[in-house]
Antibody
Framework: QLQLQESGPGLVTPSETLSLTCTVS??????????WVWLRQSPGEGLEWIGS???????HYNPSLKSRLTISVDTSKNDFSLNLSSVTAADTAVYYC??????????????????WGQGTLVTVSS | DIQMTQSPSSLSASVGDRVTITCRPS??????LNWYQQKPGKAPHLLIS???SLQSGVPSRFSGSGSGTDFTLTISSLHPEDFATYFC?????????FGQGTRVEVK
């Protein structure tokens, strides 16, 4: 059974870099059919798609975060990572990783996020 | 970015009630619309993709409909385990965006 687990510091100092890793178990991250995704959720901003990565290294980033964001994959460890630089209190949120799947409906492929990790709270504070 | 507007933001209902949640994107998204359920302290869980395609294992009391700029999630008869928050998401164009959520509470 596929499981995703986020890990990383729960507290980050303003202006520093937030670094998280998502470990994938129960399946290979090198499956060509999937992208691997980071999202976050905060009371003020709701759910926000941060970006995604394919094991080939191809990435897609949210333009609102792109200048501060790096998402990478480590196939040897079967995990992928998020680095968000120059953080502020506005980056305080629960961060989730998820698998992007394709669902075929009437010959058309649609994307969805399944499963998700349990989430990890990251607080930006001095 | 496409703005996703859900209504209502919350509703109170009883077990057995029929519940309807609406999601309206700020521009047409064809049927590139997903619905998720989230329970307190847990991650969202994919219920419906492509506006109306039920994911494996999701009870048939859940259904989705719509296209373009008007979508609906319906729970035909509310079960105790259905009290949760529901989100819509568009995957028509990046960045993917979510509705603000609809909280279904016990009446």
């Amino acid at each position: 059974q596929l499981q995703l687990q986020e890990s990383g510091p729960g507290l980050v100092t303003p202006s520093e870099t937030l670094s998280l890793t998502c470990t994938v178990s129960g399946a290979s991250i090198t499956n060509t059919n999937y992208f691997w995704v980071w999202l976050r959720q905060s009371p003020g901003e709701g759910l926000e798609w941060i970006g995604s990565v394919h094991y080939s290294g191809s990435t897609h980033y949210n333009p609102s975060l792109k200048s501060r964001l790096t998402i990478s994959v480590d196939t040897s460890k079967n995990d992928f990572s998020l680095n968000l630089s120059s953080v502020t209190a506005a980056d305080t949120a629960v961060y989730y990783c998820a698998r992007q799947v394709k669902v075929a409906v009437a010959g058309v492929y649609y994307s969805g996020l399944d499963p998700w990790g349990q989430g990890t709270l990251v607080t930006v504070s001095s | 970015d496409i703005q996703m507007t859900q209504s209502p933001s919350s509703l109170s209902a009883s077990v057995g009630d029929r519940v309807t949640i609406t999601c309206r994107p700020s521009q047409t998204i064809n049927t590139y619309l997903n619905w998720y359920q989230q329970k307190p302290g847990k991650a969202p869980h994919l219920l419906i993709s492509a506006a109306s395609s039920l994911q494996s294992g999701v009870p048939s009391r859940f259904s989705g409909s719509g296209s373009g700029t008007d979508f609906t999630l319906t729970i035909s008869s509310l079960h105790p385990e259905d009290f949760a928050t529901y989100f819509c998401q568009q995957t028509y164009i990046l960045p993917w965006t979510f509705g603000q959520g609809t909280r279904v509470e016990v009446k």
